[in-house]
C-alpha cells in the first residue's frame, strides 16, 4: 500500500467512495518548479507489440495539462497519451521504441 500511496496518481477506495470516480481531484496534478516527475508506458492490457510511434513535442518544449505528448501503438490499438501536468520536457524515449510497462516514456519538470 506505501508503494502505491508514492504514485501521485493514486487514490483509495474510500477517496474514490467519497469523491466520485470522475472527480476533478484525479486530474489536479501539479509540479512544484523544478520538481521531476517520470512518466511510465501505462497498462493498456494488450502490450504486445507496443510502441512509441510519433511525438509531438521535444526535449525543451513546454506542455500544458490535456497536451497531447506522444502516439502509442500496436497492431490493435492506437491510443494518443496526453499530459496530466503542466510543465517541461526534460527527457524522451526513443522514437519506434518498443514498450513495456516500465518503459520510461518521458521526464517532465515544474515551471
Known amino acids: 500500500m506505501n508503494d502505491l500511496k508514492s504514485n501521485p496518481n493514486f487514490r483509495s477506495k474510500d ?8 472527480s476533478n481531484s484525479v486530474s489536479d496534478f501539479k ?10 508506458t501505462p497498462e493498456l492490457g494488450n502490450q504486445k ?8 513535442y521535444k526535449s525543451g518544449d513546454i506542455v500544458k495539462s490535456g497536451d497531447i505528448i506522444c502516439v502509442i ?20 524515449c526513443r522514437l519506434n521504441e518498443k514498450l513495456t510497462s516500465s518503459t520510461e516514456l518521458f521526464k517532465i519538470e515544474g515551471i
Do not use: H, Y
Open 73 to 92: 501503438e500496436n497492431e490493435d490499438i492506437t491510443m494518443e497519451f496526453e499530459s496530466v501536468f503542466n510543465g517541461r520536457i526534460i527527457s524522451t
Open 15 to 22: 477517496e474514490i467512495d467519497k469523491n466520485g470516480p470522475n
Open 49 to 56: 507489440g507496443l510502441t512509441l510511434s510519433k511525438w509531438f
Open 31 to 40: 509540479l512544484d518548479k523544478g520538481e521531476v516527475q517520470t512518466i511510465f
